[in-house]
C-alpha cells in the first residue's frame, strides 16, 4: 500500500514512520544490553507504550520484571515512578493527599493537595497483587479516564500515562487476586518464563562484572502522543475487524459461535475492549514490522496476551488442569480465517 493511500502528505508521512523505527530501534537495543531473552515480553511492552495501554508482567521472582520495566522507562526519558505494593499501602499512599498548611504571614490554614507517586508519565506499580483489593482499586479511575479524585477534586494526570505493573503468580503466599475490572483494564498480561540455559549463562556475566550500561533516553512524552497517533492511522480491513469481533465473541460461552470447548470450560469471556485492544496492538505490531496495514498474524500475534487475563474458567477446567492459554490456541485454531 503506497503511502498516498494512507495520508495526501505522503512526505510528512513517510518521516514520521522513519523516527517511528528509528526509536523503537534505539529503545530495543539499549533494553538488549540490560535485559537478556525476553524478546516477546519486550516487544509487548513497546507495543503497549506505542498503543497507549497498560501492561502486566506475570512471572516469578528474579526474572527481571521490575529490571525491564525501569530500563524501559529510562529510555523513553518520560517521569517515572515506582510504587512498591505492600499489604499496608494505603490508597492515599498512590493518589497522593490534601494537608493542612498554615501562611506564616497571616497565620490562616488552608488545605494544599500533595501528588503521590501516581502522577507520573511510567508508573510501576511493583508486585500489584500483594496489597489488598481496596489499595489495588486506587489505580481503575487512573487507569481508564487519567485522572485521579481526592476529597470530590478530580486531578488530570500527566500525558502520556501508563501502568506497567508486575505480579507473582497468584499461587504464591500472601498474594491478592487483582479484581475482573481492573485486569480488563490491562492491554497485554505478559508472561516472563525462565530463562535458557545460555542466556542464564549471559545474564550471570552481565550481573558479576563491573559494567553498568548507561541507558540514555532517545524520545520524548510529545514525540510519544505522535506515535500513538500514527499507530491508530494503520488501517485494518473489515474482513480482519469482522474477525477479530467473532474471535471475542467466541470466548462467551453463551454466544451463538462459542465452541463446545469454551461452552464446557469458559465461565466468563471477553468484553468489548478485548475487541479493541485487539485491533490496536495489531496495529502497533504492523507498524514496527514496517508493514502499512494490518495482517492476520497480527491479530493472532496479540491474541493470547490480550485475552489470557480476561477470560475465566470454571471448575470444569480446573479439574482437567486447562488453562486460558490453552483455551485461546485452541480458538484461534477453530475460527475461521478471514477470506482475502
Not at 23 to 30: E, F, H, N, S
Not at 212 to 224: D, F, G, R, S, Y
Not at 250 to 272: C, L
Amino acid at each position: 500500500m503506497a503511502f498516498t493511500d494512507l495520508n495526501p502528505d505522503a512526505a510528512q508521512l513517510q518521516t514520521r514512520i522513519e523516527r517511528f523505527h528509528v526509536v523503537r530501534k534505539d529503545i530495543l537495543r539499549q533494553v538488549r544490553e540490560v535485559i537478556v531473552g525476553q524478546d516477546e515480553v519486550i516487544d509487548q511492552v513497546l507495543i503497549a507504550l506505542f498503543v497507549g495501554g497498560h501492561c502486566l508482567l506475570t512471572g516469578m521472582p528474579g526474572t527481571a520484571k521490575t529490571l525491564m520495566v525501569r530500563t524501559v522507562a529510562d529510555a523513553l526519558g518520560l517521569v517515572f515512578r515506582r510504587i512498591q505494593f505492600t499489604p499496608d499501602l494505603m490508597p492515599s499512599d498512590i493518589t497522593g493527599t490534601d494537608i493542612i498548611e498554615e501562611d506564616t504571614v497571616t497565620g490562616h490554614r488552608k488545605w494544599t493537595f500533595v501528588q503521590g507517586p501516581i502522577f507520573g508519565n511510567i508508573v510501576l506499580a511493583d508486585e500489584i497483587n500483594r496489597t489488598p483489593p481496596k489499595t489495588q482499586a486506587a489505580l481503575l479511575e487512573a487507569m481508564q479516564e487519567r485522572s485521579c479524585t481526592v476529597r470530590g477534586h478530580v486531578y488530570q494526570l500527566p500525558a502520556p500515562f501508563f501502568v506497567l505493573a508486575t505480579q507473582n503468580p497468584i499461587e504464591l503466599e500472601g498474594t491478592y487476586p487483582l479484581p475482573e475490572a481492573q485486569l480488563d483494564r490491562f492491554l497485554f498480561n505478559s508472561i516472563l518464563d525462565y530463562l535458557s540455559p545460555e542466556d542464564e549463562l549471559k545474564v550471570v556475566d552481565l550481573t558479576t562484572a563491573t559494567r553498568a550500561p548507561k541507558i540514555v533516553p532517545v524520545t520524548n512524552a510529545e514525540e510519544l502522543l505522535g506515535f500513538q497517533t500514527l499507530v491508530r492511522q494503520v488501517p485494518i480491513a473489515e474482513t480482519l475487524a469482522r474477525y477479530v469481533v467473532n474471535l471475542v465473541r467466541a470466548t462467551r460461552h453463551k454466544s451463538d459461535n462459542a465452541p463446545d470447548f469454551v461452552k464446557k470450560y469458559v465461565s466468563y469471556g471477553g468484553s468489548i475492549r478485548a475487541a479493541q485492544f485487539i485491533v490496536l496492538a495489531a496495529k502497533a505490531r504492523a507498524l514496527s514490522r514496517k508493514r502499512y496495514h494490518v495482517s492476520y498474524e497480527d491479530i493472532t500475534a496479540v491474541a493470547v496476551p490480550v485475552l489470557r487475563h480476561r477470560i475465566l474458567l470454571n471448575f470444569h477446567a480446573e479439574s482437567e488442569r486447562i488453562d486460558t492459554d490453552n483455551i485461546l490456541n485452541r480458538l484461534i485454531a477453530v475460527i475461521p480465517q478471514p477470506k482475502g
